[in-house]
């Protein structure tokens, strides 16, 4: 099966802009989750979708918004880009077969988003 | 709250000693962990996970982590250190009453040959 994959792979942007990164999940995989990670704040959930619903966010202000396509693939789009969004994006799907404890996320290659 | 701790910023091995990197857990009900890799500019790579039955669990690349319930702990370990193995390490927790997944802030694990 081929993993998960991201575009872009890279980005550049300038403040005030926005920006759509887009992910497509492993086959069979029905819930994708987005994380940023930056060298100060480590690794910060984003938000997870599950058949085209948002299941949970994270501490993030409403710039950061996100949706989930019938075919599992998701977006997540950044409005009025600041300084500190500068990070990598990673997007992570998983089955959701069995105990959803259990659940293990695979990870796509990320994002680096940098804005100017 | 659910919470995991790495308290190691940076371990430091020799190419063929033994390597341990620490994770202690807190959650509500029971853990199931997780350990990931990741090398520079690549995206997270699963290595094992506990869920249930014999503490000792066997993952990817000869890595093993143990998991303590008494100390709340899932540390990771290998027999004999590669430089290869040089990387970020992430632990992370989820229980059955909450599906995010919790992660540590990281290791940077760096072997010298």
């Known amino acids: 099966k081929a993993g998960v994959t991201q575009t872009p792979r890279y980005l550049i942007k300038t403040r005030g802009q926005q920006v759509t990164l887009s992910c497509s999940p492993i086959?069979?995989?029905?819930?994708v989750s987005w994380y940023q990670q930056t060298p100060g704040q480590g690794l910060q959930f984003l938000f997870e979708?599950?058949?085209?619903?948002?299941?949970n966010k994270g501490n993030f202000p409403g710039r950061f918004s996100g949706r989930q396509f019938s075919n599992s693939r998701s977006e997540m789009n950044v409005s009025t880009l600041e300084l500190g969004d500068s990070a990598l994006y990673l997007c992570a799907s998983s089955p959701l077969t069995g105990g959803t404890g259990s659940d293990t996320q695979y990870f796509g290659p990320g994002t680096r988003l940098t804005v100017l | 709250a659910q919470s995991v701790a790495q308290p190691e910023d940076q371990v430091n091995v020799a190419e063929g000693n033994p390597l341990t990197v620490k994770c202690t857990y807190s959650v509500s009900g029971n853990p199931y962990l997780f350990w990931y890799v990741q090398y520079p500019n690549r995206g997270l790579q699963f290595l094992l996970k506990y869920i249930t039955g014999d503490n000792l669990v066997k993952g990817s690349y000869g890595f093993e982590a143990e998991f303590n319930k008494s100390q709340t702990s899932f540390h990771l370990k290998k027999p004999s250190a590669l430089v290869s193995d040089s990387a970020l390490y992430f632990c992370?927790?989820?229980?059955?009453?909450?599906?995010?997944?919790?992660w540590g802030a990281g290791t940077k694990l760096i072997i010298k040959p």
């Open positions: 086959s069979g995989h029905r819930s």
């Open positions: 979708y599950f058949s085209e619903t948002q299941r």
């Open positions: 992370a927790v989820r229980s059955d009453s909450n599906y995010q997944l919790i």
